[in-house]
């Protein structure tokens, strides 16, 4: 079966006291990249056989490596830095993600993470997933005013570099053997919220017009990706020690996110946040949905019976052949990790699966 599965994953995970005490050591100066790089291959050696245990068939390094889900590798582009965030506010108290800030022109002039993904190969027998932000994340949170006007004073060729570059990344994967890649994504349901939308207009943006922009933009970023690449799209509302931003239903930008060239979504559904099923009715034909039901955001264990309604619920408007199950978002989209344990962790993954087997049987 292609990807995504019907028991899947977002991609990140806790990281170990031990790994995170090893990565303090290392910003201190105390440990040097050698030993560092050692320490996060150990853990991923370990994570990959927690989740090839459990039964998962797509495998992540869960992000071990990085301390932001997205910085990390935005800040590796040509012409990008990082600042302070003005705009909305995680509810969390103290540290708030940087956000990306375009200085000069963007590109891609060296291969991004691929090193990342070769090891994670070389690690398990299974198919490896690697999670890379999506094109729209250079602009949501910062807008047009974090791009440079002396670089870019027309946007229209801000996104033809942004596209190109993507281009590049994505070929780099792909000659390193990568064929699942997930693009993660909190653009679109950002915008479905009467919140964020006002920040848009505050940074010079027309929120109305961005769903498409940035769909445009993820297409032509995904021109001639090798056939045998499975690219999927996770998008949520946000994921920064168990708090969010944004909340609304899907159905403002549902149509606009789903023309965009991807083979899946994953799409977050663990609360009334995210509103009902009703915009997966827009879906094509021909594309797979992976209910994100189960929360990464608390420990609480979801009951089979909940699951089970809930998957129920959504097949009234996208057959069951074309639907998955997995966790809402990562566990640790940042190196400071959600609200939970790892042991809460695994039971949350070891139930998405067991309740994908007893539907997809």
Same mark, same amino acid.
């Given at each position: ?143 047009? *005013?974090?791009?440079?006007? !002396? +670089? ?8 033809? @570099? #942004? =596209?190109? &570059? /993507?281009?590049? *990344?994505?070929?780099?994967? !792909? +000659? ?8 993660? @994504? #909190? =653009?679109? &349901? /950002? ?6 939308? !006002? ?14 922009? /940035? ?147």
């Amino acid at each position: 079966m292609k990807p995504p599965f019907r028991a899947d994953q977002v991609g990140s995970l806790l990281r170990p006291a031990w790994l995170a005490a090893a990565r303090g050591e290392w910003r201190a100066g105390a440990l040097g990249a050698a030993a560092l790089k050692e320490a996060e291959d150990r853990a991923i050696r370990e994570a990959v056989a927690k989740q090839e245990a459990i039964g998962l068939q797509s495998i992540t390094d869960g992000e071990f490596r990085r301390d932001w889900w997205h910085l990390d590798f935005l800040a590796q582009l040509d012409g990008v830095t990082t600042t302070d965030n003005p705009g909305p506010k995680f509810g969390a108290a103290g540290e708030q993600p940087p956000i990306p800030t375009v200085t000069g022109k963007v590109g891609c002039a060296r291969p991004i993470m691929v090193e990342h993904f070769a090891f994670l190969e070389s690690a398990t027998r299974r198919t490896a997933k690697m999670t890379i932000p999506s094109p729209s994340m250079l602009h949501l949170r910062g807008g047009r *005013a974090s791009i440079s006007r !002396a +670089a870019y004073p027309d946007l229209a060729e801000f996104w033809r @570099d #942004v =596209a190109a &570059a /993507y281009r590049k *990344a994505i070929a780099h994967f !792909a +000659a390193a053997g990568c064929s699942y890649l997930q693009l993660d @994504d #909190v =653009a679109f &349901a /950002y915008l479905c919220d009467p919140k964020i939308r !006002a920040n848009c207009v505050k940074n010079g943006d027309d929120p109305a017009a961005l769903p498409r922009t /940035y769909a445009e933009t993820i297409n032509r970023a995904l021109e001639n990706r090798p056939t045998g690449m499975t690219v999927t799209m996770h998008t949520c509302r946000g994921n920064f020690r168990s708090a969010w931003v944004a909340e609304g239903g899907y159905e403002p930008v549902a149509e606009a996110m789903f023309s965009t060239d991807v083979d899946g979504f994953f799409m977050e559904f663990d609360s009334a946040r995210a509103g009902g099923f009703e915009p997966l009715r827009l879906l094509p034909a021909g594309k797979k949905v992976a209910l994100g039901l189960v929360t990464t955001k608390s420990g609480e264990l979801e009951s089979k019976d909940l699951l089970r309604r809930r998957i129920d619920e959504a097949a009234r408007y996208v057959p069951l052949e074309r639907l998955c199950l997995s966790p809402q978002c990562g566990f640790a989209s940042t190196h400071h990790g959600n609200a939970l344990s790892e042991d809460d962790q695994w039971r949350k993954l070891a139930l998405v699966v067991e309740v994908a087997n007893e539907i997809w049987r």
